[in-house]
């Protein structure tokens, strides 16, 4: 009888053990405070402030030992963290695998704070936890503990004090001037910009004490110097302040192909550059086809896939699946991306597009910001009427602002005076998405 009994015993034994999709509960659990076996352990103690110059060290360490079911088994783990104010809801949830230990480098610790809305410079709380599985089934769920940490701000600063001022720009003035960015090089400036039959001079801060023109069209730059004529284009201009020249070439780069707009039919879509990274990027919908990205609308600089992520001019094309993405190009070592993203935001309305007769005026993403909380909008022309803010040009989700308080609501028109307008939509809190006017 007891080898009878010891047979069993084991047999229930090997049956807890194997980890296959059987739902945990249907199985006898040998070690019901199985929770109380382990606890999430932290090294670090003090305040973590983190630098970017040392985004490659690491700057946590955690570990945790294994929990006893009371029988052999393969949990695997992940770890959850949240703001300390949060609830979990939009933790960032790493996976761990079967390790029974997970180190953080400063680069990794940092991106994780800033994208759960830390403030880059000021110390924050994060609440950190563990949990355990067999299978799908959740056995290990640690108290919260809270790391304290500042992160830094994983931005570029590129801006200038110098931009680009004329009929052909910004209507002498009306608008802020166009701006310059650094370069690699000292005193050497460059920016992207699309413009206007007309005239143009350079400038710093938006004021006339210090200006360049171009007296001989020489491509000297010449202090007060006469207005330098321009044909409309998309152009890279380049300022050199040591040795007083500029340089004006046409530069674009777009996206091309069955999934844009059939290989040329239509102008290709244009990628903006952003000086928050030093890439270039768009927000486009793009169809099940090909694509491509070329320079000037011309396939005398063309690139396609080479290495997974890596665009080569020898390259193939580029296939795509329909859907709205956000499109990121690294000229400097030639990686891109594709992005899927749910919403792209538009303004449509009487005082616009006449409620859709033409495609609505699209936001961008704030690329200052982390993550795609923020969306702006910059000089658009309304008329007198009315105008609504929805996404991905339907009405499927439209917002209105019943109060005029500035709050977003499934609400009424909002009423619009002919002018010119910047918009910035604000999801931080998308329970009650803001805007603003300037």
């Known amino acids: 009888m007891k080898k009878i009994i010891n047979s069993l015993f084991a047999l229930i034994i090997v049956s807890i053990g194997f980890t296959s999709c059987e739902d945990i509960n249907d199985r006898v659990i040998i070690n019901p405070d199985v929770a109380a076996t382990t606890d999430l352990i932290i090294q670090e103690t003090a305040p973590i ?33 949240d703001l300390a104010t949060g609830d979990f809801s939009s933790a960032e949830t790493l996976e761990i ?20 809305g830390a403030e880059a410079d000021v110390a924050s709380d994060l609440s950190i936890k563990l ?3 067999i299978g799908n089934q959740l056995l290990i769920n640690t108290n919260l503990q809270t790391i304290n940490i500042t992160p830094y701000s994983s931005i570029l600063d590129l801006s200038t004090t110098w931009g680009i001022i004329g009929s052909a720009a ?46 001989g069209a020489d491509g000297t730059l010449d202090t007060g110097g006469s207005n330098i004529a321009v044909e409309a284009g998309a152009y890279k201009i380049t300022m050199n302040l040591n040795s007083n020249t500029y340089k004006i070439e046409d530069f674009s780069l777009g996206i091309v192909g069955s999934s844009y707009n059939n290989w040329g039919d239509t102008p290709d879509f244009a990628l903006t550059y952003d000086s928050y990274s030093d890439q270039f990027r768009g927000i486009v919908k793009l169809l099940d086809g090909e694509m491509k990205f070329r320079m000037n609308n011309d396939w005398s600089t063309a690139y396609g896939e080479g290495a997974a992520g890596f665009l080569d001019a020898a390259g193939g094309n580029i296939a795509t699946t329909a859907g709205r993405y956000i499109v990121t190009v690294n000229l400097n070592d ?52 009315e105008y609504k ?50």
């Open 49 to 81: 402030v983190l630098l970017e110059e040392n985004q490659a060290e690491i700057a946590l360490n955690t570990n945790w030992k294994a929990p006893d079911f009371g029988f052999d088994a393969v949990p695997t783990y992940k770890i959850l963290i």
């Open 389 to 438: 803010i929805r996404s991905n040009e339907a009405w499927t989700l439209n917002y209105g602002d019943d109060g005029l308080d500035g709050t977003l609501d499934d609400g009424a028109n909002i009423p619009a005076t002919a002018g010119t307008y910047s918009f910035v939509l604000n999801f931080t809190d998308p329970e009650n998405p803001t805007y603003t006017i300037n």
């Open 97 to 116: 695998g079967d390790k029974l230990e997970k180190s953080f480098t400063t680069l990794e610790l940092n991106s994780i704070a800033l994208a759960l």
């Open 131 to 133: 949990q355990g599985f």
């Open 334 to 385: 030639l990686s891109y991306s594709l992005e899927p993203i749910e919403h792209i935001w538009g303004l449509v309305g009487s005082a616009y597009n006449n409620w859709g007769d033409t495609p609505d005026a699209l936001f961008s993403r704030d690329w200052s910001q982390p993550n795609d909380d923020i969306w702006i909008l910059n000089n658009v022309t309304l008329i007198d009427g």
């Open 170 to 215: 910004n209507d002498w003035g009306a608008t802020p001037d166009l701006p310059f960015f650094t370069t690699s090089t000292a005193g050497v400036l460059v920016a992207y910009v699309t413009l206007i039959d007309g005239e143009i001079k350079f400038r710093e801060n938006n004021e006339w004490t210090n200006d360049f023109g171009d007296n």
